[in-house]
């Protein structure tokens, strides 16, 4: 049973430029969540995702960020028009349902 | 929202020693996870464990809800066992379902 899976491992985007961000949660698991690790303020909670629903997108910034898990493919959290503050690692995590998250490898973004 | 404090922030250790970290929190909880972030960044799950304890090799956990702590024991140390130790809870209502508060984490350190 593969774990969850991300990609890219590492995406470098221009300031001002969209950046995409997929994960594929484990099989069987319908929930998905993105957190995001800043170097100074550790793991924070961003968006709570279910099939085609978003739950609770409390930690998600207003502006720029959006995030969808649609009913076929893998949830994308999107960045538009990034700046060097988005520079952080993007954890994603999935469940069956309100039990043990297991987390996918991140994404490293840079913004230059 | 619910408040997790880790204790120590940085432990050093020569390898064959044995530790105990701490994860104190501000309310009641669900959920309770140990992850080991190792010096890749990987997320790596330790412990699924809102309550008891629970061994795996030489890892081992205990939280006491009703004292709002949880407690996780590394023994004979390795070096690889270094890398940053993160709990995270997943609080009871009040807009903390679902979402993962993290430590700041414990910084291990296991010198050969």
């Known amino acids: 049973n593969a774990g969850v899976m991300q990609n890219p491992r590492h995406l470098v985007r221009r300031r001002g430029q969209e950046a995409r961000l997929r994960c594929s949660p484990m099989k069987g698991h319908s929930h998905v969540y993105w957190y995001r690790q800043l170097p100074e303020e550790g793991l924070k909670f961003m968006v709570y995702?279910?099939?085609?629903?978003?739950?609770?997108e409390s930690g998600m910034p207003k502006e720029r960020f959006s995030a969808e898990f649609p009913k076929e493919g893998p949830s994308i959290l999107r960045i538009q028009q990034v700046v060097r503050g988005d520079s952080a690692a993007y954890f994603c995590?999935?469940?069956?349902?309100?039990?043990?998250?297991?987390f996918g490898p991140g994404t490293r973004l840079t913004v230059t | 929202g619910i408040q997790v404090e880790q204790s120590p922030p940085d432990l050093i250790l020569q390898e064959g020693a044995n530790s105990t970290l701490r994860c104190n929190f501000s309310d009641s909880v669900n959920n309770l996870q140990w992850f080991h972030q190792n010096p890749w960044g990987q997320l790596i799950n330790l412990f699924y464990i809102p309550s008891g304890t629970k061994q795996n090799g030489r890892l081992s956990a205990t939280t006491v809800a009703t004292e709002r702590y949880s407690l996780l024991y590394i023994s004979s140390s390795q070096t690889t066992d270094s890398g940053v130790y993160f709990c995270a809870v997943e609080g009871r209502g009040g807009g903390s379902n679902y979402k993962l508060t993290f430590g700041k984490g414990t910084l291990l350190t296991v010198n050969p």
């Open positions: 995702l279910q099939k085609e629903n978003i739950i609770d």
């Open positions: 995590a999935s469940s069956p349902g309100s039990q043990e998250q297991y």
